[in-house]
């Protein structure tokens, strides 16, 4: 692993993004929409503000999965990838060149939808805005992680969307935002447990009650898997499409 290779394909990957409004508008503008989606469905604002916390940390990470995965396939489909790992670029130089240029991403991603949670639609937390705002960088990096790691699996664009209901419906369903996760069912509660959204809702649920709240074990949790993942990535990545 090379600093200097891994900057130089985070600053590739940026400067692509650059010259594609409609993959800057996915990934900045649609978690805002949805959550403004969210708040025009509650219009009460009491539901609003108890569901919202977590959606906020949901639709980030569902965003950059989708966009991650779909980038990163593509540059194996083209052969850009097979190219660059012929030159002194390693896997985990490109995988964490992609994490640091979509993590920068999700830093922007994740201050302005909370600043449009927060600030326009008025949602209200217990906690400390900024802990909601650094909740949900880590979530959206575990995003980027999940993506990264599904993308060695892909053969197509199609099969990347295949993932979804495989991968991340079953964490929306389980990580306590429609029932609390102490009140799952038999052996659901344990499959919980070892899905990383779960502690991302947890996390945010803390922030949206406690005025004080402890997230350092959930961020930590997040943390982990991501990391996990993108060493699973870079041990499962293949250099082109069959």
Known sequence: MSPRITIATSARVLMQLRH???TI????????????LLWWIYDDGRMFDLIGPALLAIFPFLVMFLVTSIATLRERTTGTLERLLAMPTGKLDFLLGYALAFGAVA????TLTATVAVGLLDMRATGPTWILVAVAVFDALLGVALGLFVSA???TEFQVVQFMPALILP?????????PRAELPGILEPISDVLPLSYAVD?????QAVAEPSVTGDVAVVVGFSLALLALGAAT??????
């Open 20 to 22: 594609d409004p409609r």
């Open 25 to 36: 508008a996915m990934l900045l503008v649609v978690p805002s929409l949805l959550m403004s």
């Open 107 to 110: 830093l922007v991603q994740a």
């Open 153 to 155: 699996f892909a053969a």
């Open 171 to 179: 964490q929306f369903l389980l990580c306590g935002l429609l029932v």
């Open 203 to 207: 996390a945010m649920l803390e922030v």
């Open 237 to 242: 990545l293949r250099r082109r499409t069959p």
